[in-house]
């Protein structure tokens, strides 16, 4: 079985540029999660689907950054424009969707983002 | 705002013997409870997971849960050098499908 794919695996920008991760979750997986993880630090939760409906975006800095699965399937994460702090490891995460059980998510390889 | 404590060490165990680490969380309403390795480079990897108080044991892994005190625990049996790692506690109100609170992770080293 595939896991999760994600690229680019490293990008580096400048500030004020923009910039997209791409994430491929594993197959028959509703649940697709996006964690940023800043050097040091745990992943912290940006946004989580449920199919194509956000479930939680309350950690989303919707001023500068977006995020879509549209067809319930692939997911794009845009910083529009990035900043100095946006510097970390962006990981994608999938799980199957059932709240009664022990349901395990599992993480891709991340994209590395370096902002100059 | 939920928070997840753990040591950053590093935490520094001979080869061979018992690695214990811990974890506290301030959200009562946890239910559910992770310990996830990460090697540097590497993305997150779940070890253990864990649901209800007392302890829960799966190869030279156990983890400990405590609810009354917030407090969660990994023991590593018989510690190999490829334990290595940093170790993330992770908790969420509910199922494991939900979005996961980190702590900062503890470095863990074994020495040969």
């Known amino acids: 079985e595939a896991g999760v794919a994600q690229s680019p695996r490293y990008k580096i920008i400048e500030k004020r540029q923009s910039v997209a991760f791409w994430c491929n979750p594993i197959?028959?997986?509703?649940?697709l999660y996006w964690y940023q993880q800043i050097l040091g630090q745990g992943p912290k939760l940006l946004i989580q689907?449920?199919?194509?409906?956000?479930?939680?975006d309350s950690q989303l800095p919707k001023d500068r950054f977006s995020a879509e699965r549209l067809k319930g399937v692939d997911s794009t994460l845009k910083i529009q424009p990035a900043k100095l702090e946006d510097s970390a490891v962006y990981l994608c995460?999938?799980?199957?969707?059932?709240?009664?059980?022990?349901?395990?998510?599992?993480f891709g390889p991340g994209t590395r983002l370096t902002v100059l | 705002q939920k928070e997840v404590e753990q040591n950053s060490g590093p935490l520094s165990v001979p080869e061979g013997a018992i690695a214990s680490l811990n974890c506290t969380y301030s959200?009562?309403?946890?239910?559910?409870f992770f310990w996830y390795r990460q090697y540097s480079g590497k993305s997150p990897e779940l070890i253990m997971s864990?649901?209800?108080?007392g302890d829960k044991e799966d190869g030279r892994f156990t983890a400990q849960l405590n609810k009354a005190s917030q407090y969660v625990s990994l023991l590593i049996r018989d510690s190999q050098p490829s334990d290595s790692a940093t170790y993330l506690c992770?908790?969420?109100?509910?199922?494991?499908?939900?979005?996961?609170?980190f702590g900062k992770g503890t470095h863990l080293i074994i020495q040969p």
């Open positions: 689907f449920q199919n194509n409906g956000v479930v939680d």
């Open positions: 864990i649901y209800s108080n």
């Open positions: 995460a999938s799980s199957l969707w059932d709240p009664q059980s022990t349901d395990t998510q599992y």
């Open positions: 197959s028959g997986h509703a649940t």
């Open positions: 992770a908790v969420t109100s509910g199922g494991g499908a939900d979005g996961l609170t």
């Open positions: 959200d009562r309403g946890s239910q559910s």
